[in-house]
């Protein structure tokens, strides 16, 4: 792991590298907002850390994962059974900064879905049924992480970025659902743009993050 939290005992080290101990910024039982599997019920895990320095992320207290408590990973577990939820999103920060294995691993033995939202920045680990890809210019993503991406999802934040997503999308496999998104501070002026880009490109497709317009977490 080459992001490091300082001032852990070695106990806590091991248990990190493990993956049996993650930072946890925040879990909650929800609708699926964006993507792919917008409208499908999903419990979300947010896990903190990440060095990849969106400047128009909308969660950047996640970046410091210092700031989050040292959770179990048996104790995100016991509030995903009481959930009942039908699948976990893992998202961030950076998730792939962590050891996934043994998450995925224990929800599998649950028969519960495992979806992952990542930037694609550091290798993959863990066992996932789908994999949504959303890269970002400051960091680009492993190659390993394109091939295995399920949906390639840009966030549009100026019309460069179009250009920039075709580059991305030559690199994920055939079969990659590809997505555009609006940054959320210029919805209004980039959705038209996506609208007659995809017109025009019909392969893409608009994701919006319709949990925000109908304010739910």
């Known amino acids: ?7 852990l005992t070695p106990e806590q080290e ?20 964006e ?3 917008t409208g499908k019920a999903a ?13 128009w992320c909308d969660v950047k207290e996640s970046w410091d994962a210092s700031l989050h408590p040292l959770t179990t990973t048996e104790k995100i577990l016991e509030n ?6 039908p699948a976990v999103v893992v ?16 929800l599998k033995q649950h028969n ?14 863990g066992n996932w049924d789908w994999i949504c890809l959303s890269p970002k210019k400051t960091m680009s993503p492993k190659e390993e992480n394109y091939t295995a991406a399920h949906e390639l999802k840009i966030i549009v934040f100026n019309k460069h970025d179009f250009i920039w997503a075709e580059e991305q999308a030559a690199k994920v496999g055939k079969e ?32 919006l993050q319709t949990h925000k317009y109908i304010d739910i977490p």
């Open 1 to 7: 792991m080459s992001y490091k939290l300082s001032g």
């Open 14 to 33: 091991n248990l990190l590298n493990d993956g049996k101990l993650l930072p946890l910024m925040e879990e909650f039982y929800t609708i699926q907002g």
């Open 35 to 37: 993507g792919f599997n």
């Open 43 to 55: 419990y979300f895990i947010r896990i903190g850390g990440c060095d990849v320095g969106c400047h």
């Open 80 to 85: 995903v059974l009481e959930s009942k939820t």
């Open 91 to 106: 998202t961030g920060g950076e998730p792939l900064i962590y050891n996934l294995v043994y998450l995925t691993e224990l």
């Open 112 to 125: 519960i879905q495992t979806y992952i939202e990542t930037s694609g920045a550091y290798p993959l680990s």
């Open 176 to 207: 990659c659902f590809l997505y555009l998104q609006p940054e959320w501070s210029k919805r209004n002026e980039i959705t038209p743009l996506i609208v007659e880009y995809v017109k025009q490109n019909p392969r893409w497709m608009i994701s």
